[in-house]
């Protein structure tokens, strides 16, 4: 499979700040998702992103297929905003291979 | 909305005895997953149907794990015996499948705690 790597391991954040988590693979892709994995376990789709930039709401990614990496900008953080982000790209087999995550704590 | 459904939530279990899980897809999905994922790691692929037929099971376990979707809809996931090892979340997915529609979408997972 491919090869992902997801930094920083571990982010803390103060509730509005900004961040940027970033996930650089191994290899080309078909396409890439991001999820939040929420504290049940269950993972949310947040991204469907192959390549450029998509929004929704708080949450905007950019994917960079060419360079191997994508990004994903979490702005006004708040505490609902905790848990654990993936990155999963895939190519042409259509398996995800998922790195070991961001774990992203965000204060009041 | 459409979901992934799962069950059961949570399992306990003492190691030698069998466990099943079972999940439905999302309707009209054809491709459907089952993934293990052990605390603190990004989930990994075990097995992977395309309606009723295996595509991939090279990282299943064979001598204990099995999986089946006898229909091309509904699937299940069996252990036997379980294995202290075994404990994990097991996440199922589905997907249309195909080039441009393989975006995957969860179920909640089944919590195995093997004693």
């Known amino acids: 499979g491919i090869q992902v790597e997801q930094s920083p391991p571990d982010l803390i954040l103060q509730e509005g700040a900004n961040s940027t988590l970033r996930c650089n693979f191994s290899?080309?892709?078909?396409?890439l998702q991001w999820f939040h994995q929420n504290p049940w376990g269950q993972l949310i789709n947040l991204f469907y992103i192959p390549s450029g930039t998509k929004q929704n709401g708080r949450l905007s990614a950019t994917t960079v297929a060419t360079e191997r990496y994508s990004l994903l900008y979490i702005s006004s953080s708040q505490t609902t905003d905790s848990g654990v982000y993936f990155c999963a790209p895939c190519r042409n087999d259509y398996k995800l291979s998922f790195g070991a995550g961001t774990t992203v704590t965000v204060r009041a | 909305e459409a979901e992934v459904a799962q069950s059961p939530r949570y399992k306990i279990t003492e190691k030698s005895q069998a466990v099943a899980f079972w999940c439905d897809p999302i309707s009209g999905h054809a491709t459907l997953y089952w993934y293990r994922q052990i605390l603190g790691q990004g989930p990994e692929l075990l097995v992977q149907?395309?309606?009723?037929?295996?595509?991939?099971d090279s990282q299943l376990p064979k001598d204990r794990f099995s999986a089946e979707r006898l229909k091309g809809v509904d699937s299940t996931l069996k252990i036997q015996p379980a294995e202290l090892g075994d404990s994990a979340m097991y996440l199922c997915a589905s997907s249309f499948g195909g080039a441009s529609r393989n975006e995957q979408f969860f179920g909640p997972g089944t919590r195995l705690t093997v004693l």
């Open positions: 290899d080309s892709v078909n396409n």
């Open positions: 149907f395309q309606d009723e037929s295996v595509v991939d």
